[in-house]
């Protein structure tokens, strides 16, 4: 299956109810709890709306110092070891998932080769009007983080476990995807702002990928793809993972 989303012959892996709901709820107020994140009954979220809180180690924002990302990777995965008890622990359940689909390859957290570990994953909590515009993912292509093992892989992909919608109103789309991979010719479209366009001239179709809490997608994050603003009042969160793949490559990072 992972090789078939490498050359983008589907546009997502998709599995439903593989998280109990019960404890996307449970995992949320212990956030609340814990003050990473807010009471979205707080009166003080709307009078001072926020965009996106993350909990977890993102390598696109703190990448460009390899110290500080380093070091807060591993308060991250301090964080991690107590952060679930009592609950069937989700980044576990994104890395099995994987591994159903990886055809024997070893599933394991991100690591340098002097041991110092990425994050294992990402917590996303979406606020208000944000979305994400027409683009792509690629330590290697876009970032060009050469500097870390990661980039290594041929290609990149994402899981995303969704917690909770901006809506109770069933599911609620978490992303489109572009039938397009990232090429240097797409590249001008998307710094313009004008991929739509440039979509509708070459004839390129798209799918929207809905899930309800406990449902978890992997796609090609090489696919133009992106994320619509909220629809509702409550928050869109999801706990989110990059995944390195090589065809040849008998291990599979997860950061």
Known sequence: PLRTLSEAVIPALILR???PPSNCESLIRRFI????MPDPRDPAVAIEPR?????????????????AFFEHAAETNRLFQTLFDGFENPVEVLYQSLSGLAAGKKVSGACEPDGRRYGPAIFRIHYGDHAYAPHFD????REKRVNYAVSRFQHQFAGVLCLQNDS???????????????????????SAGSFHSYAAEHNIGCC????NPGDLYFFNTRCIHEVPALQGESPRIV?????????????IFVW
């Open 17 to 19: 109810g593989v998280y």
């Open 33 to 36: 709890s814990r003050g990473l």
């Open 51 to 67: 965009k996106r809180i993350d909990i977890g180690t993102s390598l696109g924002n703190r990448g460009d110092d390899r110290e």
């Open 138 to 141: 690629s330590v290697r292509l």
């Open 168 to 190: 109770t109103a069933g599911g609620s789309t978490q992303t489109i995807l572009h039938r397009c991979l990232w090429t240097p010719e797409v590249q001008p479209s998307l």
């Open 208 to 211: 929207r990928v809905e899930l």
């Open 239 to 251: 706990l989110a993972g990059f995944i390195g793949y090589s065809p040849e490559d008998e291990e």
